[in-house]
C-alpha cells in the first residue's frame, strides 16, 4: 500500500496528549522539525491525579489530543522536538506515543487528484 506522497508506505502516527491549552507548542516544533501538519482536538482524561486532585485540589479532565503522520525516518526527530517544547519528559505534563500506519490517503501534489492505493 502507499500513501501518494513517497509511495513507501512507511509512515508513523505521533499522538501526544497534553493539559488543554498546552499543545501550540508542541505542534509548533513538530512542524519545525519536519511534519507537515497536525491535527489538535479537545478530549476529557481520566488520572491519579484527577481521580485525588494534587493537594487536595480539583485537577481539570480536559485535554488537547494532537495528531500527527510523518514519514518513518523523521519520527524520532519530530517526537524529540516535541517532548521538549512541550516538557513531555516531566511528570504530569502530557504523554506521546508512536503508532505504525498501515495506509494513508489524501490529496496528492497541489492541484493533483486523490491519491488511494
Given amino acids: 500500500m502507499t500513501d501518494g506522497a513517497t509511495g513507501d508506505g512507511g509512515r508513523r502516527m505521533i499522538v501526544a496528549i497534553v493539559q488543554r491549552g498546552k499543545?501550540?507548542?508542541?505542534?509548533?516544533?513538530?512542524?519545525?522539525a519536519?511534519?507537515?501538519?497536525?491535527?489538535?482536538?479537545f478530549g476529557r482524561g481520566m488520572g491519579i491525579r484527577e481521580r485525588l486532585?494534587?493537594?487536595?485540589?480539583?485537577?481539570?479532565?480536559?485535554?488537547?489530543?494532537?495528531?500527527?503522520?510523518?514519514?518513518?525516518?523523521?519520527?524520532?526527530?519530530?517526537?524529540?522536538?516535541?517532548?521538549?517544547?512541550g516538557d513531555l519528559d516531566q511528570?504530569?505534563?502530557?504523554?506521546l506515543f508512536v503508532l505504525p500506519v498501515d495506509e494513508v490517503v489524501r490529496l496528492g501534489p497541489a492541484g493533483g487528484s486523490p491519491a488511494t492505493r
Fill in 23 to 32: 499543545a501550540d507548542r508542541p505542534i509548533k516544533a513538530a512542524l519545525k
Fill in 34 to 41: 519536519g511534519a507537515e501538519s497536525a491535527v489538535a482536538f
Fill in 53 to 85: 486532585g494534587l493537594l487536595g485540589l480539583a485537577v481539570e479532565p480536559e485535554k488537547e489530543i494532537v495528531m500527527i503522520v510523518v514519514p518513518e525516518e523523521d519520527a524520532e526527530g519530530v517526537v524529540r522536538a516535541m517532548v521538549r517544547a
Fill in 91 to 95: 511528570p504530569g505534563v502530557g504523554f
